[in-house]
């Protein structure tokens, strides 16, 4: 499964929230669950928001990205990463606290004696709330690395209190409501084995001696692998109400529930699956300087745009993003060397600056 709702799950903690270009698909692969959350801390640089963006991205020698889902700046702005597994546990006490279970958050700190600011602290804690909340994971579950690694004291991180802080979690008030996953993983949820006659609802699951709901997952709904599990989640609900929708049916029979009436229609349409709906593919951003002109560090040339002016910022945050650099609107030396690192892979100029070429490419 990919863990699409962690925007929103993010932007319900009232804090800023910047999707990561690309997190929707990233991760070494898809998450077998949602079942703890764990807290790190970066040990990255001790300026700037988020100066570990890149590496907890894309990875760092030795050990390939992205290193987490989610990352947390100095000022509680929270970067969506990833929404598949990510390499961020290692060898752990227990399944439910591995990377293919545990959404893992990285929250910049230099761990050296840097003092955690309060809104950060607030916003670490309300984003573990709403992740325990939408996924039904209990707060119990959220574990700090050092407490899960092995061997015991492997990792040091995060360097606070985490009894306290699973407290400062149970005390936030979650706005995300049920869990969403297809799955029972999470545990909010108590799934009952549904018989052999009766109509397939939400928090169904196969048992009885039959696999009907895991069998309408793969034939109707089109799921493959471990996502055809025999749970009728929220997910699953979902998509048989669109599945109604796309055999025919209206009103008071679009309700996510497969009885006689579905199963008549979707038989008498020919048992078909359901047709996923493509996502429109972004438009390409126009390069927004006139010609000649490009972005890069500060210089006396009028045709080089820095972030000097507050006009040019929101195409340099733009840029920062692209790159995996702090956003900050000004074009430093983070951004220029990250925009070289990324115009190495893309096979073009590599000159540090975003000209017409560059952002093009980035866009």
């Known amino acids: 499964m990919w863990l699409t709702a962690l925007a929103t799950i993010a932007k319900r903690t009232g804090y800023p929230v910047i999707e990561v270009n690309g997190w929707r698909t990233r991760g070494r692969a898809p998450m077998s669950g949602a079942k703890s959350v764990i807290c790190h801390h970066t040990a990255g640089g001790p300026r700037g928001n988020y100066p570990s963006l890149g590496v907890v991205t894309n990875g760092r020698a030795g050990l390939s990205g992205p290193l987490a889902n989610y990352g947390l700046g100095r000022d509680g702005t929270i970067y969506v990463i990833a929404a ?4 961020h546990a290692g060898v752990v006490d227990t399944t439910a606290h591995s990377n293919s279970y545990a959404i893992g958050i990285e929250a910049e700190n230099t761990g050296t004696g840097e003092k955690w600011s309060d809104k950060q ?37 995060p360097n606070f209190d985490m009894a306290a802080f699973r407290t400062m979690v149970k005390k936030r008030k979650g706005t995300g409501g049920s869990p969403s996953s297809t799955t029972g993983a999470g545990g909010g949820k108590k799934y009952k084995a549904v018989s052999k006659t009766a109509d397939l609802g939400l928090y169904d699951k196969d048992g009885n001696g039959h696999t009907r709901i895991k069998d309408w997952q793969t034939d ?20 048989t109400k669109a599945l109604q929708k796309q055999i025919g049916l209206k009103g008071k029979d679009v309700d996510g529930m497969v009885g006689d009436t579905t199963m008549a229609a979707w038989v008498k349409a020919g048992k078909p699956k359901l047709k996923k709906t493509a996502k429109p593919k972004p438009k390409a951003k126009a390069f927004p300087l006139p010609s000649g002109h490009w972005y890069g560090p500060e210089s006396k040339d009028k045709r080089n745009h820095s972030g000097y002016w507050p006009k040019d910022r929101a195409a340099i945050k733009d840029i920062q993003r692209a790159v995996g650099a702090s956003v900050d609107g000004r074009y430093g030396n983070e951004t220029y060397s990250k925009v070289k690192a990324k115009q190495r892979k893309l096979g073009i100029r590599v000159d540090g600056g975003v000209g017409k070429q560059t952002w093009s490419k980035l866009f």
């Open 84 to 87: 598949g597994r990510a390499n």
């Open 121 to 157: 602290m607030d916003a670490y804690a309300k984003l573990c709330r709403e992740i325990c909340d939408h996924y039904g994971i209990p707060i119990s579950q959220v574990k700090g690395h050092k407490e899960v690694a092995r061997p015991r004291g492997r990792k040091p991180d």
């Open 220 to 239: 109707a709904l089109g799921y493959k692998g471990k996502a055809a599990d025999g749970f009728f989640g929220p997910d699953t609900r979902d998509d």
